[in-house]
């Protein structure tokens, strides 16, 4: 099975991480009468974005390949558990609940159905009119 191939722009077609987009205007605020002056303002967002571009850099440099073969291997046991052991275990468990089922459903009939029966023809006669 040869993987699609890597679209190096859009590199978050299905959006799963829209809510980690960190801008300056999302960490740092101030309020109307508190204001910096307009250079360290400026100078304040350069920094945070530098920063953050180059820590981003050096986590994905040193951090990104051993924790994609984690999740990697993470995901193959994921699925590995579920192919051999929980669809298994599931059907299993449906095989023997169908038997309960029947079993269940007998008995039900068997101790409860006269009852109501009973109690139906008891209460069949039963008329409600207005007075």
């Known amino acids: 099975m040869d993987p699609a191939p890597l679209d190096m722009f859009n590199r978050d077609p299905s959006s799963i991480n829209a809510h980690v987009q960190v801008g300056f205007e999302d960490v740092i605020a101030e309020p109307d009468g508190v204001h910096s002056p307009q250079c360290v303002w400026k100078l304040a967002n350069k920094c945070f974005t530098c920063s953050r571009d180059i ?24 699925s590995f558990l579920h192919i051999w052991v929980i669809t298994p275990c599931i ?22 159905d006269p009852c109501f029966e009973a109690c139906g023809r008891c209460f069949s006669d039963i008329r409600v009119t207005k007075a």
Do not use: D, N
């Open 91 to 112: 059907s299993m468990y449906m095989i023997w609940l169908k038997s309960i089922k029947i079993i269940y459903g007998a008995c039900v009939r068997t101790c409860c």
């Open 55 to 78: 820590a981003y850099t050096l986590f994905a440099l040193c951090y990104g390949v051993p924790y994609a073969f984690f999740w990697g291997c993470e995901f193959a046991y994921l």
